[in-house]
């Protein structure tokens, strides 16, 4: 996908499944990803950790955005809907996407 050097962290509480932080001053950018993705099955972790990488390279999710995850993950539309069904029995409602 293109993405440089990504360091990721794992975070516990309330909040999203996952967030990046864009590289600031040279600073490499973070991945956090909460505890609870990892109760999902592979597939949608790997969806999770593909989103999360294409917002390194294009924040919000216009065309180029769904394009770049398209390239990586050309079912990414369906795994999206999957996410937001069992995320939302997975998690309880604790959880946004
Ligand atoms: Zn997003």
């Known amino acids: 996908m293109g993405a440089e050097e990504v ?3 794992f975070r516990a509480g309330r909040g999203r499944v996952a967030a990046t932080d864009p590289a600031q001053g040279g600073r490499h950018t973070r991945a956090l990803l909460h505890w609870a993705t990892f109760q999902l099955p592979i597939h949608l972790v790997d969806y999770v950790v593909a989103y999360e990488l294409a917002h390194v390279r294009v924040s919000g999710h216009g065309p180029e955005y769904w394009r770049l995850l398209g390239r990586a993950l050309p079912e990414c539309r369906r ?4 996410l937001d ?7 309880m409602g604790d959880l946004a996407s």
């Open 79 to 82: 795994l999206k809907s999957e």
């Open 85 to 91: 069904e069992l995320g939302r029995r997975v998690w």
């Open 7 to 9: 360091r990721c962290a």
